[in-house]
């Protein structure tokens, strides 16, 4: 220590504190700051959160308020996730067009860039569901039959039995779920939309999702078969009766009266 | 043993010979000689009966089919079959069968839709059937008979249809016998009692696919049978009504030969309702059970309704609004119950109207000569306003679809349906009065002053008319040959000695409705011969 303590009025010990003093910081950094890349994404996820939160001041804020905290005419966002967000906006539902019994599904006008940037900003605001990955959501590997029972024991008594849709009290619905974006349907289960429950994984595990992907994949798509002829909308007996009557009793009618119409007549006197 | 004697007689053609031999033992002679002329009169309307048998005969022929494949049991098994969103699944031999029947048997879901579809045409076939009859007044005497054999023919149909379309044992079918489980347990007293032999135990058991298998391919199609058969020598009695015109009349029938015109076009009909049918079933699906699922008490899915024949008992439910009354430790279940009544009640009086009518009109001469449904404005009013509250109740039955399908609310459409349910038939019967009084002054000036021709004449001192054409004779027949009833008149309720007549209640109702029927509001008198007359000799009217 002596040594130390006589030559620290040296004239080069400013310089070696200085040196020393830096290789400390500069180790200290490498060991505790996060490497370069991270710190480039965090800016990219300050930016896109800040993009985010510009598209919501001009779409979402008149009815969700500033900072997502809701207004009289929309609910809070704070928590509702990235995933919800993702499912309202890429539907388009959102933003809505006016006040109603049931927000419908319309044409998105977003892409998918700023529904991602929208996503991100209503995410750092809570956290909530996050937007699933393409594995978690795809119907391969699925047990389509186990979906099938899965559908008819969680979602049919408000979807019908292959997701056609149904009607709810007060003029809202169930929407039909014909050649919904597995993505959306995954995230309508996560979220549970408007007037749905919400099914998270503790209520139907990821499986069971994909496995009821898988089923609506199989009945209630552009690729499903009807192996009995035209579906008349899978609406059941309704549909059935009224084409019955129309098509069935109304086309042999037309026959009878045909066929009365050619008959052997008496010759006229 | 033959002699040459024998040789030299000329042998008889063979059809002949078949004839004879089938005479000596069945005694068809007679029955053919007494029939094979029998008339049939020629109008569309009168083939919906045929529709109805043919239908019948189909359903009977494709059931038989089905019967060789279907298993009419509730154990349970694991499905294997071919229908991929299926496999694996735990269901009752019924549901399975029935995905056998659609998928692995060849030909099957042909046969099936066949089935479904001509039963769905049936039902509707014997509806407008059973209206053509009532409109025209083809149910008074003496075909009141064979108006409740028609009748019970549809309430039948009713029923082996709503069992029919619960063997399948799938989640729709499944919630019907549920449905209809509830409306047993709301009847009071007997309603636990019978529901638990009906199911042999609580709901659903494994009994109620046998028991309904049985009822659907035995019991009641054997009665329906019975009845067709009834229905059909009734009609052969009384022979077939027609239409007025020039040469028909009460005593006879004008139209085509039984053999052989009568018999081509009816045997020609029954191959194109046939192929109709079959053409339809190949077309269109119906009741798809592969993806509704097998049933199961825990589930259930949105839009569950029967065929439509039940439909309007559905509705009925639908509307209602859910009373019930708890009464020492009873539950009395109205919102069930009360539908349960109005549904019996609302058949029963179209079935007893042929009675009520004849009781009204006090007329017991038979009529075979059927009425244009505006000269019986009362009664075509009184069948407009059955209509029209049938169809209101069927929109109830349907009321979610009917939502979803034209983005209403379904309260709303409930409502709509209870308020039209009360207000529809009554508005319906009156504008129908007015159409029909309306119509029978259009004939009257018809007859009295023929047929706007569409030609303006200028006559010489500038005044413009209208040219009409008389009617011919048989116009005018068609126009004039209705009978109309004078009211009932209960006469002086006091005598010349001003002693007070008892007049009962029933009678004051008769004389009350008789008044309603064709009194001054009731009917346009037909213009008389006198006064045809008048105007056509004097050459002043135009």
New interface residues.
Partial sequence: MKKLSARRRHPLAAVVVLLIALAATGGIYTLVAPPDKAKADETAQTLTIEEGQKLYAVGCASCHGTGGKGTTDGPSLVGVGAAAVDFQVGTGRMPAQQPG?QVPKKKNIYSQAEIDQLAAYIASLGAGPTVPTENQYSPEGAD???G??LF??NC???????G????????K??PTLEDVDPKHLYEAMETGPQNMPSFPDTTLTEQNKKDIIA?LD??NSDKSE???????G????????????V???G???A???W???R??KARKS | MSTSHDDDRRKAPAGERVADWADGRLGIYGLAKANMRKIFPDHWSFMLGEICLYSFIIIILTGVYLTLFFHPSMNEIEYHGSYVPMQGQLMSEAYASTLDISFDVRGGLLIRQIHHWAAIIFLAGMFVHMMRVFFTGAFRKPREINWLFGFLLFVLGMFTGFTGYSLPDDLLSGTGVRFTQGAILATPIVGTYISMFLFGGEFPGGDFVARFYSIHILLLPGIMLGLVVGHLILVFYHKHTQFAGAGRSNKNVVGMPLLPVYMAKAGGFFFLVFGFIAMLSAVASINPIWVLGPYRADQVSTGAQPDWYMGFAEGLIRAMPGWEINFAGHTLVLGVFIPLVIFGLFLGVIALYPFIESWITGDKREHHILDRPRNAPTRTAFGVAWITAYMIMLIGGGNDIIATSFHMSINAVTWFVRIGFFAGPVIAFIVTKRICLGLQRRDKDKVLHGRESGIIKRLPHGEFVEVHEPLSQEQLHVLTAHEQYEPAEIGPTVDENGVERKVKAPQKLKSRLSKAYYGEDGQIPKPTAEEYQEITSGHGHH
């Avoid at chain 1, 009807?226 to 008349?232: A, H, N, T």
């Fill in positions: 019994a389509i039959a186990e099938g029972e008819r024991t049919a008594q408000c979807h019908n039995f292959t056609k849709g149904g009607a709810l009290t007060n003029g619905y169930a089923y199989e009945v009807s192996p009995g002829g035209l579906e008349l899978g609406l059941g007996p309704v549909s059935e009766g009224l084409f019955g009557w098509f069935g009793l086309g042999l009618i026959v009878a009266v066929v009365a119409a008959t052997a």
